[in-house]
């Protein structure tokens, strides 16, 4: 784990510069030694804690994620249950009803006439597959289903057959999912003086609270787009729209941004008025590109601190 050593240590030494150089205000870590803090829950960890910092895939692994930072493992814990296996369990469905994921199988009621058996749809080759599993149906059941599908048969009537998925997800759990990933990718690209401004307080009281269900709605989702497409963006027109946004898969969350940022509230009501059919492709939006992150980029923490050398504002050594 090579890679975690060296992310604690870079973290750790960019967060002391910026700390000394007074850029946080109030933050204050133990002098000296190496911390890193955790970009969730803002928990500073010594090197003698790393073992409770782990390195965390963006967007989940189940979307096809990598990972590019550390954060501490029980908010990435906290996480994977509270929001993550409800973005896995939607996008599961939503593959099945487009025909893709053909290993993923669904549990689902087949309802035929009001003879109800369990089972699960996957897709073959040959198209959509629908099995009934016999440990979770009696023989009852299964003859009364049978009957009921003979009957629409016989009859010369519109069958009425329905498959119910009994997969459960919170749809805004699911949201709350990708703009962690949002939150988790512009840290990893920016860093801490851009994470831990308080236009984001909303975001990680949110993910702190993951019942309170605070954090209004910064996703959009276009269930066309490719599940593979990952993009950033700081947004500065239109101007109702200046934001971070940042697209993974068939979401493209929008968080504050930098320069005079909005709140999330604020970009909450703007992207209700934008999103008409529920799509960005309304709204050009137009900005500075941020390179997606595969590792710990800290661009603005740098950005910041070489500004304040070249002010001479401080007793950083140049580098
Ligand atoms: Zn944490």
Sequence with gaps: MASSDRWFSEGAQIFRRMDTAGLFGTTQLPEGGEYYPCPSCKTAYSRDEISELSREDVPPKSQGGTPILLTCASCNHAAGKHFDAHAARRSVIHNLAMGRDPRRKVRTEFNAGGAVIRGYVSHDPQGMVMRGVPEQNSN????????????????????????????????????????????????????????????????????????????????????????????????????????????????????????????????????????????????????????????????????????????????????
């Design 140 to 319: 009852e059941q299964v003859k009364a289903h049978i009957r009921e599908l003979d009957k629409m048969w016989d009859s010369g009537a519109d069958p009425v057959f329905t498959v119910k998925a009994t997969e459960r997800f919170i749809e805004w759990r699911a949201a709350v999912s990708w703009v962690r990933a949002a939150y988790l990718a512009s840290f990893t690209a920016l860093g801490w003086s851009y994470a831990f401004r308080p236009e984001l307080d909303p975001v990680r009281h949110q993910l702190m609270n993951p019942d309170s269900e605070t954090l209004r709605r910064l996703a959009l989702i276009d269930l066309n787009a490719s599940t593979d497409r990952r993009g950033m963006l700081l947004v500065k027109t239109p101007e109702e729209l200046r934001s971070m946004l940042v697209v993974i898969g068939h979401y493209s969350i929008l968080l504050p941004g930098v320069t005079d940022p909005l709140s999330c509230l604020e970009l909450s009501e703007a992207i209700s008025q934008w999103s008409r059919p529920g799509s960005l492709a309304n709204a050009t939006l137009k900005g500075d590109p941020v390179p997606w992150p595969t590792q710990p980029k800290y661009a603005m923490d740098e950005w910041l601190l070489g500004r304040l050398n070249r002010a001479g504002g401080s007793q950083e050594p140049d580098s």
